[in-house]
């Protein structure tokens, strides 16, 4: 099953952001601003290619204005990126899949890697 962003309440807030394991992008956005859903189709794009590695969660600011002051959005479409109940990361307006991919990839954790003990190289492909 593909992950998709999905809408959350303030009530779900803590939950599905602050206690979640692992890294979570939360999209501030608005249904009427056409920038916010060109947004949301690319995050829909990383929930299929890091399919169970992050979560993707959408907060409507025009239904949560204060969880949108608390964290002092002033602009939509943004990005906030959650590790470990903490903002590690923001980002304001729509920025292009590569450079938004560099950034999820920044923050995603290394996985272990798999050290062939014949060669020395690792599965994940460093040496």
Not at 38 to 62: A, C, H, P, W
């Amino acid at each position: 099953m593909i992950m998709k962003p999905r809408a959350i309440s303030d009530r779900e807030f803590e939950q599905e952001v602050l206690k979640s394991d692992g890294l979570v992008i939360v999209d501030f956005w608005a249904a009427w601003s056409r920038p916010c859903r060109i947004m949301l189709s690319i995050l829909e794009v990383f929930g299929e290619r890091y399919n169970g590695q992050l979560k993707i969660v959408t907060l409507n600011v025009d239904k949560y204005p204060e969880l949108t002051k608390e964290f002092g959005i002033v602009r939509i479409p943004t990005i906030l990126f959650f590790s470990g109940e903490k903002v590690v990361d923001k980002d304001e307006g729509i920025g292009s899949v590569k450079y938004l991919e560099a950034r999820i990839q920044r923050l995603l954790p290394v996985p272990e890697c798999n050290t062939d003990s014949e060669t020395g190289h690792c599965s994940c492909g460093s040496a």
